[in-house]
């Protein structure tokens, strides 16, 4: 076996590209980081409170059928009551239950929309996840916009209801 020495000169090439290849593997690595990060925040807007008259349960295996019999809804720019005749589609999924609601809101101006919405309840190591994403479909013009956002909901306590604050996403 030959054993080659290196020159000053050819360490200091090979030296430059080591550097290279390593500073450029660097770059990559502090591109994919920030790749990853926001750019920007995610902000909010409250819409309303929304909250839910339901029925008991109708057990029909993993899912299960939770009637609307009524509720309310304030908030800045729509107020109003909830229709009888909703229902919220509870399904058993491994370690949550998966919401499927679907309701009908009358203004206090005399529109209709009608509201569904997704959701997720899963008990957490710091309490209970009760998270939801509703959709509106309306006709009236004054309530248009609705038509045309993305929102999110939270739980809240209210003694015999299902409630929820609802924000548009901005």
Known sequence: ?????????????????????????????????SAQSPASEL?????????????????????????????????????GTVRNGGADWITQVSGHSSLDVRITLDTD?????????KGIVARTDSGLYWRVTPLFNTAAEEYDWLNHIVCVGKSKQVPGKVAYDIFEIL
């Open 1 to 33: 076996m030959t054993q080659k020495t290196l020159s000053r000169r050819d360490f200091g090439k090979m030296g430059a590209k080591a550097l290279t290849a390593a500073s450029l593997s660097t770059l990559g690595v502090i591109q994919m980081a």
């Open 43 to 79: 902000e909010s807007r409250y819409l309303m409170e929304l909250a839910l008259d339901v029925d008991d349960q109708l057990d029909t295996g993993h899912t299960s059928i939770a009637p609307v019999s009524g509720g309310t809804f304030s908030g800045p720019r729509l107020n």
């Open 109 to 117: 101006d005399g529109a209709i929309i009608y509201m569904a919405y």
